[in-house]
């Protein structure tokens, strides 16, 4: 039955979504003037910026821009950076990391059209609080101003899939596989310790989740990029076969080599692009649920924001671990997920190292799982905000049961005899969708991001004229229009 399900995972992973990312990256960036590749620099500098730093957020309801991207980069930079991407290189082969760079750089455009229109489209709350996210989008963009009829059914598609990562997260799993192998303690003792941990931050809203994660992100991103450099200095000499291997596997079949069963082309580029989107949420979106709740000025400041987020996650964070993995040798031993990681890591450091990328490991899940809880927040008010009744039941359900649905499939896969690559092909599967209906929605609404990224390169960049008379909101464009 696993098998079927596997095939039909495949394939849908397959040529039609790969087919789909592609022409929706390159036409965003044709259409942005190459924006990601032309403006790398403004992209980097901008996160560092006191405005991004300090900017709003003194309501108490809205995030600051730095706490939006914490939280969303603390949502995206998780376990899947270092269990999903060992995982694609040690089925899919060296290759795999190649293809996942690839979907990385048209993912950031993407992921700056999807926060832009999340922040374009984004609704006030009575009490000062934004909401938005596609199912905003696509009731106003696609519903009001395209009138197209089939909004209603791509919002319950997104939300529904949205959904389904409720009850099949792979974070606590991880987390108790790396935490529990490292300290030898029975998977379940780390696995109720993380849901209390969940509990601690998700009960004081989304406002604390923010505040958390622009601590902790930072913080634990630091840590294990210089943990990979320490490793990737000490296996400096490894490194030229190691990107030969690479681009070499991103073209060709590769064999089979000790643990490893060997790959074709299309494994590898299909699981690349997968532990991508899967790992930086680049057209999932995800993450622009939570850009637009912060206080800006300007939709596009935040979508650059979206930008550096899928640089930090994938062509940062993801590569390391891909290039630990392959220089120490192990990507071919026949481990899989977090333990294969965990081994690279103290092959050459020791097992203090270990020890320490448990304990990231453990970090990186809980700032993933309390940014998801924020996302299942978006969708239910969005959803439920004409019964308010319902709405504080449903948020109270979430709220409980966010974390012991994580707990249940770690017992699950613990007595149940499940890998983590079948975890994975699950995760694939709820991230299709969802991805699907969301990069469609991009396509036709494209033009409404070149709009506003025109006003922001004539306003920040110096390129072209600026138009006194633009809305940069969708709300003060109706209320202009006396709608």
């Given amino acids: 039955m696993f098998a079927l399900f596997e095939q039909l995972t495949n394939w849908l992973w397959g040529m039609p979504l790969l087919v789909t990312i592609l022409v929706t990256g390159v036409f965003l960036t044709v259409r942005s003037g190459f924006f990601q590749f032309c403006h790398m620099g403004h992209i980097i500098t901008s996160m560092f910026s006191k405005e991004r730093r ?56 993407i992921k700056m059209a999807e926060v832009t229109l999340a922040v374009y489209y984004r609704e006030k709350q009575p009490n000062g609080e934004y909401l938005g996210g596609p199912t905003y989008y696509m009731q106003k963009g696609l519903g009001e101003e395209k009138k197209l009829p089939f909004w209603k059914i791509f919002s319950v598609c997104f939300g529904g899939c949205i959904f389904m990562t409720w009850f099949i997260t792979l974070q606590n799993f991880t987390v108790s596989e790396a935490v529990g192998s490292t300290f030898n303690l029975p998977y379940i003792v780390p696995s ?42 000490v296996n400096a000499g490894a490194l030229p076969e190691t990107f030969a291997m690479i681009f070499k596997g991103a073209f060709t079949a590769q064999a ?103 304990v990231s490991i453990f970090l990186f899940g809980l700032t993933t799982s309390t940014g998801w809880f924020t996302y299942y927040s978006v969708i239910l008010k969005h959803w439920l905000k004409n019964n308010q009744k319902v709405l504080s039941i449903a948020e109270k359900v ?33 991230t299709v969708f969802p991805t699907f209906v969301n990069v469609a929605t991009l396509f036709i609404l494209s033009g409404t991001f070149v709009k506003l990224l025109k006003d922001y390169c004539a306003r920040y960049l110096g390129k072209g004229e600026v138009d006194q008379d633009f809305e940069l909101f969708y709300e003060d464009k109706k209320a202009k229009e006396g709608k």
């Avoid at 980069?73 to 290189?89: E, F, K, L, P, Q």
């Avoid at 923010?210 to 913080?219: E, F």
């Avoid at 940062?316 to 481990?335: A, E, K, N």
């Avoid at 975890?423 to 599967?429: K, T």
Wanted: a neutral charge; charged letters at 10%; proline letters at 3%.
């Fill in 256 to 358: 089979a080599v000790g643990g490893f069963v060997g790959a074709g082309v299309a494994t590898a580029m299909r699981l690349g692009f997968a532990r991508s989107v899967y790992s930086n949420e680049a057209g999932w979106g995800t993450s622009p649920m939570i850009h637009a709740s912060a206080k800006t000025d300007h939709p596009v400041k935040q979508g650059v924001m979206g930008a550096f987020e899928v640089f930090a996650d994938t062509m940062v964070v993801c590569t390391m671990t891909g290039l630990v993995v392959i220089t120490t040798g192990y990507w071919s031993s026949g481990l899989q997920g977090a333990e294969l990681t965990l081994t690279a890591f103290e092959s050459v450091m020791g097992p203090v190292a270990r020890a320490l990328i448990a």
């Fill in 192 to 233: 109720v310790l993380y849901v209390l941990a969940i509990y601690l931050i998700i009960i004081g809203g989304v406002k604390k989740v923010g505040v958390i994660a622009s601590y902790l992100t930072p913080i634990m991103c630091l840590l294990y990029v210089v943990g990979c450099v320490i490793i990737l200095i």
């Fill in 54 to 109: 300090e900017g709003g957020g003194d309501d108490g309801k809205s995030l600051t821009p730095f706490q939006a991207i914490s939280v969303a980069i603390g949502g995206t930079v998780g376990v899947s950076n270092m269990s999903g991407v060992a995982t694609a290189i040690a089925t899919g082969g060296p290759g795999a990391l190649f293809w996942l760079w690839i979907a990385a750089l048209l993912g950031m455009v």
């Fill in 398 to 430: 979430f709220i409980l049961g966010t974390p012991l649905w994580g707990m249940l499939v770690t017992v699950l896969t613990v007595f149940g005899n499940g890998t983590p690559a079948q975890l994975w092909v699950i995760a694939d599967f709820t």
